[in-house]
């Protein structure tokens, strides 16, 4: 393989080979996303009390609930992750990528997803998309799910080894502030993931086909959540990607520091799966002390979005004086509202500090106590997977699509409309659900087909309802923008955006910047503390399993 790689700048032929493959990527991801929100409003309305379960073509209200968590959470991405995270490294280190083995993963990711969805969507796999046994898919679900992961891996040893090969070519250089961050996000998953792929490969893919008689929830809850903390920084580091790299200079500045973009992603890489039991904090077998370490874990895993929050609120204030803002709050005034991709960008941050916040709070375990498995915890991910994350994709897109397809943004004005739309009742729903969450309403209930609902908070039933209708609107407003770009005539090459690199100088003589890109030593450290932390945990939960049946899903 390594052969194929070239380090020369790209010929027109060449950039064309290496955009359909990242655009396939992410087409695909937006169209995971647009059907699985479909049944979003609907979730909104049965908090609402209002039940529309017998118009919608699905078995029950848990088959649209796994759609939902499948297709958004997992689907949507980890497909535009791939594509981005192998397309802007490539083209900040100006290296030929072997693309066909990224098509060889597409395919791979696509047969993957292609069995997973048959199973969802025949409803022989409504078991929510954390999959917790006892309930049982069909067995091409999980296989569907590790071939995706696969996939991504497979891309990622690519964008990995192009890094490799650039150093070669660069021997004592730094590397690029982009693909520093998107080697790390790629590290950073292949850490992540070792959880899951163990818990379906060992256990849930055997017990599926019959070959094991079952499987101990609590060692699976303990896999899950091993991966299912650390999965959310992969899907929100592409975002602060953008944030810190591309951003700026979509608003007009500069990023102000690049060393603190450098240090925040490392502490990801080292922090990020030690924390995975803030998910099981009232889970029953698991002991205390345990369970203190992963929260004191869970406080440090703060630190780097902070960073990130201060980096980059400086570097959009560089853009707002540029653009003759004054004042504590005329910077942020001045900001190029009237563009949808800068506006979607900071409205995303803007109300994942809400997602933030609430995160903090659940972090320490006597509050969580108080809302777990209430509607409050969709409320907390609606404000940091619904906005950091799919807001920020969905602005990335305005301009992204457009390079990508060498066709001008279509409906610019409606662009801005679904990015506030989608703003507005994203914070409605993370509001709402927050709300009726503290009343105790639970999550994951068809609480609209009980015949008595005994949750019955008018205000907060409202907002998410209301909160439900906006983002459809938000949806649809997208969906016109995506499809007017994609069916547009080609635009001529000047208007065709570039990708908007803010890169600050680096510091290359400074120690410690060579330090934070001496990344084969710090996966080693990472690697070191998760396995000091989940080490111990999961050899006892190893050694006493208790395995319980199949209490099929279908
Ligand atoms: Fe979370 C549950 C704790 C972040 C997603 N979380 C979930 C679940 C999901 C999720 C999906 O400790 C539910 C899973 C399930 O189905 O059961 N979460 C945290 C903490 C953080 C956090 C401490 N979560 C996220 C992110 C997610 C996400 C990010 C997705 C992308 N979460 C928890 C806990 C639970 C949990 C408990 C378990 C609850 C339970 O009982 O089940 C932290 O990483 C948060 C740090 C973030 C910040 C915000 C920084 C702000 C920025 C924007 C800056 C704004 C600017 C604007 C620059 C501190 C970066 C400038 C303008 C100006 C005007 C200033
Ligand atoms: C669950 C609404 C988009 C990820 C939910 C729930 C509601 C909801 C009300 C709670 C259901 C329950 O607990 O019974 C919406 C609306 C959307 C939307 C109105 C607008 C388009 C998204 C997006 C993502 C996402 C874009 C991720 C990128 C999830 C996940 C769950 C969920 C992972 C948890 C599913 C589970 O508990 O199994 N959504 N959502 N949603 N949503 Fe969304
Ligand atoms: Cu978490």
Same mark, same amino acid.
């Given at each position: 393989?390594?052969?194929?790689?070239?380090?020369?700048?790209?010929?027109?032929?060449?950039?064309?080979?290496?955009?359909?493959?990242?655009?396939?990527?992410?087409?695909?991801?937006?169209?995971?996303?647009?059907?699985?929100?479909?049944?979003?409003?609907?979730?909104?309305?049965?908090?609402?009390?209002?039940?529309?379960?017998?118009?919608?073509? #699905?078995?029950?209200?848990?088959? +649209? /609930? !796994?759609?939902? %968590?499948?297709?958004?959470? &997992? =689907? *949507?991405?980890?497909?535009?992750?791939?594509?981005?995270?192998?397309?802007?490294?490539?083209?900040?280190?100006?290296?030929?990528?072997?693309?066909?083995?990224?098509?060889?993963?597409?395919?791979?990711?696509?047969?993957?997803?292609?069995?997973?969805?048959?199973?969802?969507?025949?409803?022989?796999?409504?078991?929510?998309?954390?999959?917790?046994?006892?309930?049982?898919?069909?067995?091409?679900?999980?296989?569907?799910?590790?071939?995706?992961?696969?996939?991504?891996?497979?891309?990622?040893?690519?964008?990995?080894?192009?890094?490799?090969?650039?150093?070669?070519?660069?021997?004592?250089?730094?590397?690029?502030?982009?693909?520093?961050?998107?080697? #790390?996000?790629?590290?950073?998953? +292949? /850490? !992540?993931?070792? %959880?899951?792929?163990?818990? &379906? =490969? *060992?256990?849930?893919?055997?017990?599926?086909?019959?070959?094991?008689?079952?499987?101990?929830?609590?060692?699976?809850?303990?896999?899950?959540?091993?991966?299912?903390?650390?999965?959310?920084?992969?899907?929100?580091?592409?975002?602060?990607?953008?944030?810190?790299?591309?951003?700026?200079?979509?608003?007009?500045?500069?990023?102000?520091?690049?060393?603190?973009?450098?240090?925040?992603?490392?502490?990801?890489?080292?922090?990020?799966?030690?924390?995975?039991?803030?998910?099981?904090?009232?889970?029953?077998?698991?002991?205390?002390?345990?369970?203190?370490?992963?929260?004191?874990?869970?406080?440090?895993?703060?630190?780097?979005?902070?960073?990130?929050?201060?980096?980059?609120?400086?570097?959009?204030? !560089?853009?707002?004086?540029?653009?003759?803002?004054?004042?504590?709050?005329?910077?942020?005034?001045?900001?190029?509202?009237?563009?949808?991709?800068?506006?979607?960008?900071?409205?995303?941050?803007?109300?994942?500090?809400?997602?933030?916040?609430?995160?903090?709070?659940?972090?320490?375990?006597?509050?969580?106590?108080?809302?777990?498995?209430?509607?409050?915890?969709?409320?907390?991910?609606?404000?940091?997977?619904?906005?950091?994350?799919?807001?920020?994709?969905?602005?990335?897109?305005?301009?992204?699509?457009?390079?990508?397809?060498?066709?001008?943004?279509?409906?610019?004005?409606?662009?801005?409309?679904?990015?506030?739309?989608?703003?507005?009742?994203?914070?409605?729903?993370?509001?709402?659900?927050?709300?009726?969450?503290?009343?105790?309403?639970?999550?994951?209930?068809?609480?609209?087909?009980?015949?008595?609902?005994?949750?019955?908070?008018?205000?907060?039933?409202?907002?998410?309802?209301?909160?439900?209708?906006?983002?459809?609107?938000?949806?649809?407003?997208?969906?016109?923008?995506?499809?007017?770009?994609?069916?547009?005539?080609?635009?001529?090459?000047?208007?065709?955006?570039?990708?908007?690199?803010?890169?600050?100088?680096?510091?290359?003589?400074?120690?410690?910047?060579?330090?934070?890109?001496?990344?084969?030593?710090?996966?080693?450290?990472?690697?070191?503390?998760?396995?000091?932390?989940?080490?111990?945990?999961?050899?006892?939960?190893?050694?006493?399993?208790?395995?319980?049946?199949?209490?099929?899903?279908?």
């Amino acid at each position: 393989m390594s052969a194929t790689i070239v380090t020369m700048p790209l010929d027109r032929a060449g950039l064309r080979r290496l955009k359909a493959p990242a655009l396939t990527l992410i087409l695909t991801a937006f169209a995971a996303m647009v059907v699985g929100s479909i049944f979003g409003p609907a979730q909104a309305l049965n908090y609402a009390n209002i039940n529309i379960y017998g118009h919608l073509p #699905v078995a029950s209200y848990y088959q +649209g /609930l !796994t759609i939902h %968590g499948v297709l958004n959470g &997992l =689907v *949507f991405t980890t497909f535009f992750n791939t594509g981005v995270l192998f397309y802007f490294p490539a083209r900040e280190l100006n290296m030929r990528v072997n693309t066909g083995w990224i098509w060889l993963a597409i395919v791979v990711m696509l047969f993957g997803l292609a069995l997973s969805l048959t199973a969802t969507l025949s409803n022989h796999a409504t078991v929510l998309y954390t999959f917790y046994p006892p309930l049982q898919a069909v067995w091409s679900f999980y296989v569907g799910l590790a071939l995706v992961v696969v996939g991504s891996l497979m891309v990622a040893a690519e964008t990995i080894r192009q890094r490799l090969a650039w150093k070669r070519a660069n021997p004592g250089r730094i590397t690029p502030l982009v693909s520093y961050m998107s080697v #790390v996000t790629w590290i950073l998953w +292949g /850490l !992540t993931t070792i %959880g899951i792929v163990a818990e &379906l =490969v *060992f256990w849930l893919i055997p017990w599926s086909l019959g070959m094991l008689k079952g499987v101990d929830p609590l060692l699976a809850l303990t896999l899950f959540w091993f991966t299912g903390h650390a999965i959310v920084y992969f899907w929100v580091l592409p975002a602060y990607i953008s944030w810190y790299a591309l951003l700026p200079r979509e608003a007009g500045g500069r990023l102000v520091s690049d060393t603190l973009g450098r240090i925040s992603f490392l502490l990801f890489l080292l922090f990020s799966v030690e924390v995975g039991l803030h998910h099981e904090a009232v889970a029953p077998g698991i002991a205390m002390g345990w369970k203190m370490e992963q929260m004191v874990f869970t406080f440090f895993i703060v630190a780097p979005s902070l960073l990130t929050a201060f980096t980059v609120a400086a570097s959009l204030e !560089t853009a707002g004086h540029a653009r003759g803002g004054r004042g504590w709050i005329g910077w942020l005034t001045a900001l190029p509202w009237d563009d949808p991709s800068v506006a979607g960008q900071v409205l995303a941050m803007l109300t994942f500090i809400l997602g933030g916040a609430t995160g903090i709070l659940l972090a320490s375990m006597p509050n969580d106590a108080l809302v777990h498995n209430t509607a409050f915890i969709p409320g907390h991910f609606h404000v940091t997977v619904g906005t950091a994350t799919a807001l920020t994709f969905i602005a990335m897109s305005y301009w992204l699509i457009p390079h990508l397809t060498g066709k001008r943004l279509y409906g610019r004005k409606i662009a801005l409309v679904s990015v506030w739309l989608w703003a507005i009742g994203m914070m409605g729903i993370g509001v709402g659900l927050m709300w009726q969450g503290l009343y105790g309403t639970p999550r994951r209930d068809w609480i609209s087909g009980i015949a008595h609902d005994p949750y019955v908070h008018v205000v907060p039933m409202a907002i998410t309802g209301i909160a439900g209708v906006i983002l459809l609107a938000a949806l649809i407003c997208f969906l016109i923008v995506t499809l007017g770009t994609l069916f547009s005539a080609a635009a001529s090459p000047s208007e065709v955006p570039e990708i908007p690199f803010a890169n600050a100088p680096i510091d290359e003589t400074s120690r410690w910047v060579r330090l934070t890109d001496r990344l084969g030593p710090w996966t080693l450290v990472a690697f070191v503390l998760i396995a000091a932390v989940y080490g111990p945990l999961l050899g006892i939960l190893i050694a006493h399993q208790i395995p319980v049946g199949a209490n099929t899903a279908y």
